[in-house]
């Protein structure tokens, strides 16, 4: 690299050890940049390539770039899409403003790469500007797992045909573009992280962090000191100061998780950055501001707590802005099909198998099934079939024993009412095939209406 590229401060200004760093430094300046992993070009005004460092010519593909220079210029070596509609560096050296992270795209061979540039100016020691620097670094995989990330959270992907799941849709729709904090409610398994995921990656904030706490499987000082952080000595093993979850979340969003769970005393601190969007560390005096959108989850009737006194009714209303109901798997078998299908695609990608089948009798017994585990448990049913398959059909005999002979009779034959718990399932089934709609599910169970809505209140079996 000219050594008239790399000046420093006038020597005159500087301390004998500052004056021997910058000639240290000026002396090792193509060894510093060939060591760092940003691609670094330096330009002369005239367009002209002065240096390339190592990591450039991998980026650009370009071993032979020590050729370029002297007299051949950066688009030549670079020609990437920022080129077409006006030079960056030219527009830097114009206006005195740097860029900072512009993507753009760069033919190698036949692959198309992405490129983030940042641009600086070069001066002289009378601080002239004698050309200029563009650094650049390869996100084609970090763009394309952020892709992945968001297709994997999109609301496309969240399965469902099920007329209460079609209201959870547009709900998502309404509520991820807001800053609105939102209450998820269901029974485990349902896919509560999953919305969750959904909701930051198709908000404004889905550039910043997602971050997750499951507050139940901590305790109180352990929650205390994940969510808040804590400076050094604040308790036995604290042995250095250390971010909580809430700072960093900054700009992004928090999930927390089991919310229902949380201690009085813990839920006052919630509720604080709720309002205030401020807290301490444990054991530091400093308040720490952030700007956090929140998003809880729950397998808990909260409303319950706040009735019975063990959940604080002000967080429950900072909570549930926007609340979100999950429907259980069991309220929702049509979707059944649909989820096996999705699951049949995933282990065949994961497994490498070759299964591309469920027959009607082991898809019979999935639908007779209540899944207190929700779709979790479908999920780990469908793998366990995929280890006893080695055809490509599912068939009953691969379904765990528990499905192998699940039956409207083995589900209430042991039952102290059996004939009762007989028909609430005839009942059951019946409404779930006629997608409760009572006229047809009368009808189809030759009883009246009016018999139907009275036997489905001696059961206990909500109206939908």
Sequence with gaps: MPEDIVKMSEESNLKPQQYDMHKYLEVNSDTILNSIADGVVVIGLNHNILFVNRAAKEILGRAEAEDLLGGAKCRDLMGHSGCTFGCLLNNTIKTGQHVYNYEVTFERGDKTIILSINTALLKD????????????????????????????????NIIGKNHRMHEVFELLHEVAPTKATVLIHGETGTGKELIANAIHHNSPRSSGPFIKVNCAALSDNLLESELFGHVKGAFTGAIADKAGRFELADGGTIFLDEVGDVSPQMQAKILRVLQEGEFERVGGTKTQKVNVRVVTATNKDLKAAVEKGEFREDLYYRLKVVPIQLPALRERKDDIPLLVKYFIEKFNKEMGAGITNISPAAMERLMEYDYPGNIRELEHIIEHAFVRCSGKTLNPEHLPKDLQNNSIIGKVINNSEPLKALEKEMILKGLDETDWKYNECAKKLKMSRTTLWRRMKEFNIDKR
Excluded: P
């Design 125 to 156: 020691k009378d601080n002239n500007t004698i050309g200029g620097i563009e650094i650049f670094r390869d996100v084609s995989l970090i763009k394309e797992l952020k892709d992945e990330l968001k297709g994997k959270y999109s609301f496309t």
